[in-house]
């Protein structure tokens, strides 16, 4: 996915523990663990405030966007994407 989330880097630079931000943001350390690693497919605004509030950054600062192979798995192209054969995703 060409979204990166640096939830890591955030806590390395505030010597935090993930424990400690789950806790602080009020989302379990599995959640977190997921956006961490990126296997989320979305993240609440809310999440997103909470998070800078707690880490005093910006959502900048914890999302970037890298040019990738091309975004979503085969098969999730939606909003009626077409294949690139022309057939419908």
């Known amino acids: 996915m060409p979204i990166v989330v640096d939830v890591d880097v955030m806590l390395a ?3 935090m523990s993930v424990g400690s931000l789950a806790e602080q943001v009020g989302i ?3 959640n977190l663990a997921v956006l961490k ?3 989320a ?3 609440r605004f809310a999440t997103l405030a ?3 509030e707690v880490l005093d950054c910006q ?3 914890l999302l970037r966007w890298e040019p990738g192979d091309g975004g979503a798995p085969a098969g999730e192209q939606g909003d009626g994407a077409r294949a690139r054969d022309g057939s419908a995703g």
Do not use: E, I, S
């Open 13 to 15: 630079r505030r010597k």
């Open 59 to 61: 959502p900048g600062d």
């Open 37 to 39: 690693n990126g296997r």
């Open 50 to 52: 909470a998070l800078c």
């Open 28 to 30: 379990t350390p599995a």
């Open 41 to 43: 497919k979305a993240v």
